[in-house]
C-alpha cells in the first residue's frame, strides 16, 4: 500500500528549461514533505522541504510547492543544468512521527 | 569526513548465510534509520532507534536484527539469507523528531547480492 506516489518515473529536459517533478500523497495526516536527490551509488541527500502550513518553499533554483486540498506536491527547478540529472524522491512524514515515506523516485536527465 | 558510514559498501553471500551491515554517524543525532531500496526502488523503512531505543519496527522477517550499541551505531544482521534480501539497505540518521525540516542524512548504502 503505497502512500506516496510519483507517477513519472523518468524525465527530460533541456537544460536552461524547468523541470517539473510531481507527487500525491494519500493520507491528509502527513504534515510536513521533502525532496531528495540521489546519485548514482551514492545516498539520497536532503533538498529541500514544506510544511503543511505553507504552499510554496523556494531555495535557490529549487522551489517546492504543496496543494494540501489535492495532496500534491511538486518540485521546480529552475534554470536546470546537467549536474541536476539524477533520482529525486519526495518523502512524507507526521510532525509526531519519526518515520518518512517515500516514493519511487523520478529520474530526472538534463540534455546540454 | 564522512557523517554517515556504511560497511561494507558491496555485499555478496549465498543463501543461507549470516551476515551483517555496520553503519556510523559521527553527526551527534538522536535517531537512527535503516532503510531497504527493493528491485522496484521503493525506499521502505526497515527499523529505527532513538538513543539506543528500538522504537520503530516494521514488518521485517525476524531474520533481520538490528543492534544500536549507543546512539553513533547501528547494525543490522540478517540470518539465513533469502535471494530475495538482494536489495540495498540505506542507513540514516536525524536529529529533531522524525526529521522535521531537516530530513535525514543517508549513508552511501550497502548493495547486498544473495546467491
Redesign the interface.
Not at chain 1, 41 to 46: D, L, S, V
Not at chain 1, 93 to 105: C, E, I, T, V
Not at chain 2, 40 to 45: D, G, P, R
Given at each position: 500500500d503505497?502512500q506516496v506516489k510519483q507517477n513519472s518515473p523518468s524525465l527530460s529536459v533541456q537544460e536552461g528549461r524547468i523541470s517539473i517533478l510531481n507527487c500525491d500523497y494519500t493520507n491528509s495526516m502527513f504534515d510536513?514533505f521533502?525532496w531528495?536527490k540521489k546519485y548514482p551509488?551514492?545516498?539520497?541527500?536532503?533538498l529541500i522541504?514544506i510544511?503543511s502550513i505553507k504552499d510554496k518553499n523556494e531555495d535557490g533554483r529549487f522551489t517546492v510547492f504543496l496543494n494540501k486540498s489535492a495532496k500534491h506536491l511538486s518540485l521546480h527547478i529552475v534554470p536546470s543544468q546537467p549536474g541536476d540529472s539524477a533520482?529525486y524522491?519526495c518523502?512524507v512524514?507526521?510532525?509526531?512521527?519519526?518515520?518518512?515515506?517515500?516514493?519511487?523516485?523520478t529520474t530526472v536527465t538534463v540534455r546540454a | 569526513d564522512t557523517a554517515?558510514s556504511q560497511t561494507p559498501k558491496y555485499l555478496v553471500t549465498q543463501m543461507g548465510n549470516d551476515k551483517s551491515i555496520k553503519c556510523e554517524q559521527n553527526l551527534g543525532h538522536d535517531?537512527m534509520?535503516w532503510?531497504k531500496q527493493d528491485s522496484?526502488?521503493?525506499?521502505?523503512?526497515m527499523f529505527?532507534y532513538?538513543n539506543k531505543e528500538l522504537?520503530?519496527n516494521e514488518t521485517v522477517p525476524n531474520r533481520f536484527s538490528p543492534k544500536s550499541p549507543d546512539k553513533a551505531h547501528l547494525n543490522l544482521h540478517i540470518n539465513s539469507l533469502e535471494l530475495g534480501d538482494s536489495a540495498v539497505y540505506?542507513c540514516?540518521s536525524?536529529q529533531v523528531?522524525?526529521?522535521?525540516?531537516?530530513?535525514?542524512?543517508?549513508?552511501?548504502?550497502t548493495r547486498l547480492t544473495v546467491v
Open positions: 503505497q510536513y521533502l531528495y551509488a551514492e545516498g539520497p541527500t536532503f522541504s510544511s533520482v524522491f518523502a512524514g507526521r510532525s509526531n512521527d519519526y518515520k518518512l515515506s517515500f516514493g519511487a523516485g | 554517515v535517531t534509520y532503510y522496484k526502488k521503493f525506499l521502505k523503512i529505527s532513538n522504537i520503530i540505506f540514516a536525524s523528531k522524525a526529521g522535521a525540516y531537516y530530513g535525514y542524512t543517508f549513508g552511501s548504502g
